[in-house]
């Protein structure tokens, strides 16, 4: 039987490791492997980047009693590789670390974003490490008037295969009576969905200024295990500079986990939905 992986970028500093963390809470569930992805930028540094890496799984392998880690390093781009061997190899999700909206750190807010975005798979973005529960059980579910919303639909499905999950889903009140209607066809699309899978949800609806603080302040108030978004499509160079609402939640205060999905991701392989169930 084919077995996916889970993919975690790597490049030796502690919020990796608790990607890793992370990575090893869900592999128990998901029945995954693991791999640490390192990207160097040119061909000449990967042997002492492949020594580096072997070394660090050795310890890792030792600390968490013997689990099964293995190493990839590729040269190129750190904007292009991960998301291009995820495409390429059996990746489930992958789960990245981020030093947070600011700092020098090679993966703050807006270039997790920039890896992100383009992706085939999932990312959940970590800033801490795990809390000591091992279950996804509150997930927090910003809905807009996107029809890429089925999309995320899909993968609270996919995460409600293997935890006993509360999906809070965030509703804005838009003043604009055309985008009212079509948030409001997507809250009725989901309502009927989770209905029919039999999963707990709850709507909150919230003004539509400050959605980011808003959902991050919700999130933080329940207490939540992760929250679930799609990533804008078509997000040009602007974005990247003065912050799309996406990077925000990713780097959010609060330090909860952010699952990322693009609208272009293949959900096929993790089977689909449909109104009457099953």
């Given at each position: 039987?084919?077995?996916?992986?889970?993919?975690?970028?790597?490049?030796?500093?502690?919020?990796?490791?608790?990607?890793?963390?992370?990575?090893?809470?869900?592999?128990?569930?998901?029945?995954?492997?693991?791999?640490?992805?390192?990207?160097?930028?040119?061909?000449?540094?990967?042997?002492?980047?492949?020594?580096?890496?072997?070394?660090?799984?050795?310890?890792?392998?030792?600390?968490?009693?013997?689990?099964?880690i293995e190493p990839v390093v590729r040269a190129g781009s750190l904007f292009h590789e991960i998301s291009n061997y995820a495409s390429d190899h059996n990746i489930?999700?992958?789960?990245?670390?981020?030093?947070?909206?600011?700092?020098?750190?090679?993966?703050?807010?807006?270039?997790?974003?920039?890896?992100?975005?383009?992706?085939?798979?999932?990312?959940?973005?970590?800033?801490?490490?795990?809390?000591?529960?091992?279950?996804?059980?509150?997930?927090?579910?910003?809905?807009?008037?996107?029809?890429?919303?089925?999309?995320?639909?899909?993968?609270?499905?996919?995460?409600?295969?293997?935890?006993?999950?509360?999906?809070?889903?965030?509703?804005?009140?838009?003043?604009?009576?055309?985008?009212?209607?079509?948030?409001?066809?997507?809250?009725?699309?989901?309502?009927?969905?989770?209905?029919?899978?039999?999963?707990?949800?709850?709507?909150?609806?919230?003004?539509?200024?400050?959605?980011?603080?808003?959902?991050?302040?919700?999130?933080?108030?329940?207490?939540?295990?992760?929250?679930?978004?799609?990533?804008?499509?078509?997000?040009?160079?602007?974005?990247?500079?003065?912050?799309?609402?996406?990077?925000?939640?990713?780097a959010n205060p609060a330090q909860i986990p952010v699952m990322c999905a693009n609208p272009r991701t293949d959900i096929t392989r993790f089977g689909s939905f449909?109104?009457?169930?099953?």
């Amino acid at each position: 039987m084919r077995k996916d992986t889970i993919l975690v970028p790597w490049d030796f500093t502690e919020v990796t490791e608790n990607a890793l963390l992370h990575a090893l809470k869900l592999s128990t569930h998901l029945e995954n492997k693991i791999q640490l992805i390192h990207i160097v930028k040119n061909e000449k540094q990967q042997s002492e980047a492949e020594r580096r890496l072997k070394n660090d799984i050795e310890r890792l392998s030792a600390k968490h009693g013997g689990v099964s880690i293995e190493p990839v390093v590729r040269a190129g781009s750190l904007f292009h590789e991960i998301s291009n061997y995820a495409s390429d190899h059996n990746i489930s999700m992958v789960i990245m670390g981020t030093h947070g909206i600011k700092g020098v750190q090679k993966l703050t807010g807006s270039r997790a974003l920039k890896v992100i975005v383009g992706s085939k798979v999932p990312f959940i973005v970590v800033q801490g490490p795990p809390s000591k529960s091992e279950e996804f059980r509150d997930i927090v579910f910003p809905l807009d008037y996107r029809q890429e919303v089925k999309q995320k639909i899909n993968w609270a499905l996919f995460l409600a295969k293997y935890f006993d999950v509360n999906v809070h889903i965030m509703v804005p009140k838009s003043k604009d009576s055309g985008l009212q209607k079509k948030i409001k066809l997507n809250v009725n699309f989901a309502e009927r969905i989770f209905k029919n899978h039999n999963i707990n949800y709850n709507i909150q609806n919230i003004d539509s200024s400050g959605i980011g603080e808003k959902t991050i302040d919700y999130a933080k108030e329940i207490d939540a295990d992760l929250i679930l978004i799609m990533t804008t499509k078509n997000i040009d160079f602007t974005d990247y500079i003065l912050g799309a609402k996406e990077q925000y939640i990713i780097a959010n205060p609060a330090q909860i986990p952010v699952m990322c999905a693009n609208p272009r991701t293949d959900i096929t392989r993790f089977g689909s939905f449909s109104a009457t169930g099953g």
